[in-house]
């Protein structure tokens, strides 16, 4: 093993893969109480991030970025869509056990977040990321 080769790397990149986009992690946790249908998921996603502040976003969830955040879920086994029998028939999204463990898994990440907000804010600005 080489000073780079650090064990745990490709699982963290993998976890970083299925948690890109903006708002996945939005998604996931609005999907955390039960299956919900699209308008309703929709609307409880930006009716937190409001509370909230948009803190982590500029502006409200679109429909359009919405759609692909669930696609790129479904995708990634985080999310499962299931549409009632008819040609009108209403379709809703859960989260599989895979999503499940996930967020269980984000929680202490968002623990130390917490507890390094303040450190993190203070640093000079030159030299970070944008938060996207």
Request: hydrophobic share 40%; proline share 5%; aromatic share 6%.
């Amino acid at each position: 093993m080489t000073k780079w080769d650090v064990p745990y790397r490709q699982g963290v990149h993998d976890a970083m893969t299925v948690l890109r986009g903006r708002w996945t992690v939005a998604v996931l946790a609005a999907l955390a109480l039960g299956e919900r249908q699209y308008g309703e998921l929709l609307a409880a996603v930006n009716e937190v991030e409001e509370r909230v502040g948009w803190v982590s976003h500029e502006r409200p969830l679109t429909e359009r970025t919405l759609t692909d955040t669930l696609r790129r879920a479904n995708t990634d086994g985080l999310v499962q869509r299931r549409a009632e029998p008819g040609r009108f028939g209403a379709v809703w999204y859960g989260l599989t056990p895979m999503g499940r463990s996930l967020l269980r898994a984000l929680r202490p990440l968002a623990e130390w977040a917490q507890q390094h907000r303040e450190q993190m804010e203070n640093q000079p600005a030159e030299g970070r990321t944008a938060r996207t």
